[in-house]
Antibody, heavy 121, light 106 residues
């Protein structure tokens, strides 16, 4: 069975750091693209970051320079290191598999249940 | 960045109705468009990719169309379990972007 489990969320003060993890089961992170998508309370979906099979990473402008996405193929997990957190980073953070086709399109076809991050003093 | 605009933002419908949601991209994205359904307290669920290809396991009452900048998601004969928020998403270029969502409610 394929599933993703996110951990590491919590309450953190502005300027603080947090590390989210996504444990993958049913497939290997070594040959899949993995991504993070967040959703602020009552708001829509916002893509955050993706790590490709070849280890290239891409980030949204809102987190570039503050967040770092990495993967550990030995543990089959991906991690999102979040530094210098701001109130506007408050959201549910979802880990998702990002599937890309030769035709070019890319979709999030498997999602975790999410982990909540609250940035507040 | 490619902006994705959905309309309407909400729609009231009844069981058995046909519902069409529109998604417009700020520039051409070929058919690099997906649709997701999200129910309260749950993660999104992929419905359609490549603008019109149904994801495995998704009921055939869902269909997608369009290319370039204008896309549609149609639900024929709305079922009780279809009341949810629907999002479009483009993958033509980074940053990947979603539409603002359309709430389908009773």
């Amino acid at each position: 069975e394929v599933y993703l489990v996110e951990t590491g969320g919590g309450l953190i003060q502005p300027g603080g750091s947090l590390r989210l993890s996504c444990a993958v089961s049913g497939f290997n992170v070594s040959n899949n693209h993995l991504s993070w998508v967040r959703q602020a309370p009552g708001k829509g979906l916002e893509w955050v970051s993706v790590v490709y099979i070849d280890d290239r990473t891409f980030y949204s402008d809102s987190v570039k320079g503050r967040f770092t996405l990495s993967k550990d193929t030995s543990k089959n997990i991906v991690s999102l290191q979040m530094n210098n957190l701001r109130a506007e980073d408050t959201a549910m953070y979802y880990c998702a598999r990002y599937r890309r086709a030769a035709a070019g399109w890319g979709v999030f076809d498997v999602w975790g249940q999410g982990t909540m991050v609250t940035v507040s003093a | 960045d490619i902006q994705m605009t959905q309309s309407p933002s909400s729609v009231s419908a009844s069981v058995g109705d046909r519902v069409t949601i529109t998604c417009r991209a700020s520039q051409g994205i070929d058919t690099w468009l997906a649709w997701y359904q999200q129910k309260p307290g749950k993660a999104p669920n992929l419905l359609i990719y490549g603008a019109s290809t149904l994801q495995s396991g998704v009921p055939s009452r869902f269909s997608g169309g369009g290319s370039g900048t204008d896309f549609t998601l149609t639900i024929t004969s709305l079922q009780p379990e279809d009341f949810a928020i629907y999002y479009c998403q483009q993958s033509k270029s980074f940053p990947l972007t979603f539409g603002g969502g359309t709430k389908v409610e009773i």
